[in-house]
């Protein structure tokens, strides 16, 4: 039985650059290491030593020369995983879950920037900015603060629209569930993704204790709090 390559590991093409295949790396790592799965039931162990083991021989130019001779020597073979740095030229990833993993990391990460930079604008401005989005118009006294949460609530929507489209519901977008759903649809990658999304349910329900199911509310909670104060920002032009 056929091996997968180094290169079937990281997801990444044998074009790739160094660049990428580091950047792949590293995305395949926040999943599979075995630090985030300390909660679940899988272990990631092997998956990881994998992902560092194909790191090690294709980030190390001489090394991956010889990789690549001894390869030349097997027939080529089509194989599909996920691909987390960027797409080969024709490629379809519409169907790939890890299009939409990566949508919610995103959003999350503008999210956790917008709240932060919220907290410098003062209430009378905020309810100023509202007042102006409510008429249709344009608060001209904008700060760089509100004209940097204006261009992060316009990506959000990108990414929103992205899982949107999907079907993945608001109440899923948060890391919990989406690494939950990716671990396992890395493991089987013909799987419905939305069926995976009622067993993380599942799963919630049986593993976590109330405590950990009040934790993930509160979470979700504010998530959407603080997406929906970022979205008042979203002021064309």
Known sequence: METRTYYDILGVSKEATLEEITSAKNALAKVY???ANMHT?????????????????LSNPDKRKKYNRVLAGKPNRVFRTYTVGKPESGEDTSASFVTYWNAACKLNEIVSQSGRLMEFIPQKERLRLSFFKKLGKHYKNETAITEQLNLLSLQAIQYITILKTAGIPMSYWQPDAMNWVLV???????MDYQILF??????????RTGAEKLKLRSQNRQFHNNLNKLLNYAIPN
């Open 198 to 207: 009622s067993k993380y349910e599942a799963y919630v329900e049986q593993s």
């Open 33 to 35: 290491h075995p630090d």
């Open 184 to 190: 396992r649809w890395g493991q089987k990658q013909n």
């Open 41 to 57: 039931d899988i272990d990631t162990t092997a998956y990881m030593q994998e992902i560092l083991e194909a790191y090690r021989i």
